[in-house]
């Protein structure tokens, strides 16, 4: 696989300096990604660059992971419009930790000639004062080539503390201290780190009077405009405790049709040929297309067996033929992510335990009917499920065998009306 010509026809180079085919032709290069744990979890966002430093490694290369312990601590302007709020030096020791797990599911980090490596920078200050700081490091950009930078530039008006503006000289000398330690020559990102990281090429220039390489990837934006990686409620993540995969099966399930050919070509590992024939087959049906790469992705970030469970939520959630079989088999995970699609009451267990009537339940309980009249009319009308077993009495009662692993209990009223109830 040639990287350059792969990222070419997957629409995900925006910009490289010269000469960077020739030297990715030559022999195996190691290159690597910045990441700043300023969040908990790596978020879709993250994504891109993922995908990035993997298919570095499919193209025979190898990739280096560079964890932010010391650049997170100062906080980088690119691409924000006013100053970070600085975070706990323990809240980013722990979201360092939670994000350099989340990426062993994505890289080789166990075996090969490639394989990846992680870095954290903050090896590269830890016993570094700032005066040493300033003659080495400070003395190497003139203070005009550093403003002269759009992620500078952008900040100028409306204000960019000395913290933020030294961000730039870190990352360069980052990419100087990877040059000098491990023999890494290329640096990549998104089209907002230019700046940052052809300053560390000019480091590595001046400095070490060698020659180092950058390419960048377009920012990803969705049609309508909005930040890729985030849905109406807030950030999607890669980590199944902040997102579930539910959730993030149906990011792609629901994503924009204009979105679909560039998501295709970002984070499908199919080839051209495949994608294009995929394309081609499907032609006017994109949902078949979404649910392909909602597959591949939710295998990739969570697992097949996840997926799995994914499909079985889906079925019951949205399937015309999920039926009381299912719903049994489901684990209480799989119940607790369906609590969190379809509105949910809880009762007290006791109330259970003791025997609550459906009239009861449906009403003084939880308020999903109005009256024991409304109740009546329901169950009349064959309207009414518990757990899939038809309600034929307004005087049915529930015992706390009918509770799906000692706490969940689903109730129907027609067929679009699904409730959960929690005991508990």
């Not at 032709?25 to 993997?54: H, W």
């Not at 979404?290 to 997926?307: D, F, G, M, N, P």
Request: proline share 3%; glycine share 8%.
């Amino acid at each position: 696989m040639d990287f350059i010509e792969e990222l070419r026809w997957r629409g995900m180079l925006h910009d490289a300096t010269p000469g960077i085919e020739t030297h990715l032709r030559e022999k195996k290069c190691l290159g690597y990604i910045g990441f700043d744990p300023t969040a908990p979890a790596l978020t879709l966002g993250n994504f891109v660059q993922i995908m990035l430093l993997s298919l570095f490694q499919r193209s025979g290369h190898q990739p280096i992971v560079l964890m932010g312990g010391a650049t997170g601590r100062i906080g980088d302007p690119s691409g924000k419009d006013q100053e970070r709020q600085l975070k706990s030096y323990e809240e980013l020791d722990a979201n360092l930790e939670r994000q350099r797990q989340n990426f062993y599911k994505f890289l080789n980090f166990e075996d090969g000639p490639n394989k990846a490596q992680m870095v954290n920078n903050i090896d590269f200050y830890t016993d570094m004062d700032v005066l040493t700081f300033l003659r080495k490091v400070g003395k190497t950009l003139t203070v005009s080539y550093m403003l002269s930078k759009d992620s500078v530039q952008k900040r100028l008006e409306a204000g960019l503390s000395f913290t933020e503006f030294s961000y730039q000289l870190l990352q360069a000398y980052d990419f100087q201290c990877l040059f000098e330690q491990h023999g890494c020559t290329v640096q990549m990102g998104g089209s907002d780190q230019w700046g940052n990281i052809t300053s560390g090429t000019e480091f590595i220039r001046r400095n070490l009077g060698e020659k180092a390489y950058a390419v960048t990837t377009p920012l990803l934006t969705k049609a309508d405009g909005s930040k890729f990686g985030k849905s109406e409620s807030g950030n999607i993540w890669l980590d199944p405790d902040l997102t579930s995969p539910y959730q993030f099966y149906q990011f792609w399930i629901n994503a924009d049709d204009r979105d679909l050919p560039k998501f295709m070509r970002y984070f499908t590992y199919r080839t051209r040929e495949e994608v294009e024939a995929l394309e081609a087959a499907h032609a006017g049906d994109p949902q078949t297309l979404k649910r392909i790469l909602a597959e591949e992705l939710t295998i990739r970030v969570h697992s097949a067996e996840i997926y799995q469970s994914v499909l079985r939520v889906t079925e019951l959630l949205f399937g015309r033929q999920a039926g009381k079989e299912a719903l049994l088999a489901m684990t209480a995970g799989e119940l607790h992510t369906v609590s969190q699609e379809i509105p949910c009451h809880a009762v007290p267990l006791g109330q259970v335990q003791s025997g609550i009537s459906i009239a009861d339940l449906l009403t003084d309980a939880t308020g999903i009917l109005a009256s024991k009249g409304d109740v009546r009319r329901a169950i009349q009308n064959n309207a009414i499920s518990v757990n899939k077993d038809k309600v034929t009495s307004h005087e049915h009662m529930i015992h706390p065998e009918a509770l799906l692993h000692g706490k969940y209990l689903m109730v129907e009223n027609g067929k679009k009306n699904k409730y959960l109830i929690i005991a508990e």
